[in-house]
Nanobody, 126 residues
């Protein structure tokens, strides 16, 4: 049974940092696209970042490029999202999602993903 568990959310001041974790069970990370999405109150879910585990290609939304970094630890079957220079507009529930195969430039479309975690809250506020 595939399961994704996120952790690492919390309350942080503007300019601060957080590291989110997405630990997968029931499958290995090879040949998957693992992505982070977020959803703010009253807004649609939006793609934040993606890691193609087959070749290590990474993707970022323009709004987080240069501030967020996605990376993995194969030994822990975990994908991380390091978030630096956080801003209030980064507030939301962050979800990780997995999709089998490589769908490249379509990474930002939720419909490509088969499994989702339960989400972790990130609040950026002074």
């Amino acid at each position: 049974q595939v399961q994704l568990v996120e952790s690492g959310g919390g309350l942080v001041q503007p300019g601060g940092s957080l590291r989110l974790s997405c630990t997968a069970s029931g499958f290995g990370l090879g040949d998957y696209m693992i992505s982070w999405f977020r959803q703010a109150p009253g807004k649609e879910r939006e793609a934040v970042s993606c890691l193609a585990t087959e070749d290590g290609t990474t993707y970022y939304a323009n709004s987080v490029q240069g501030r967020f970094t996605i990376f993995r630890d194969n030994a822990k079957n975990t994908v991380y999202l390091q978030m630096n220079r956080l801003q209030p507009e980064d507030t939301g529930v962050y979800y990780c999602a997995s999709g089998f195969g490589s769908f490249g430039s379509s990474w930002f479309q939720p419909s490509w993903y088969d499994d989702w975690g339960q989400g972790t809250q990130v609040t950026v506020s002074s």
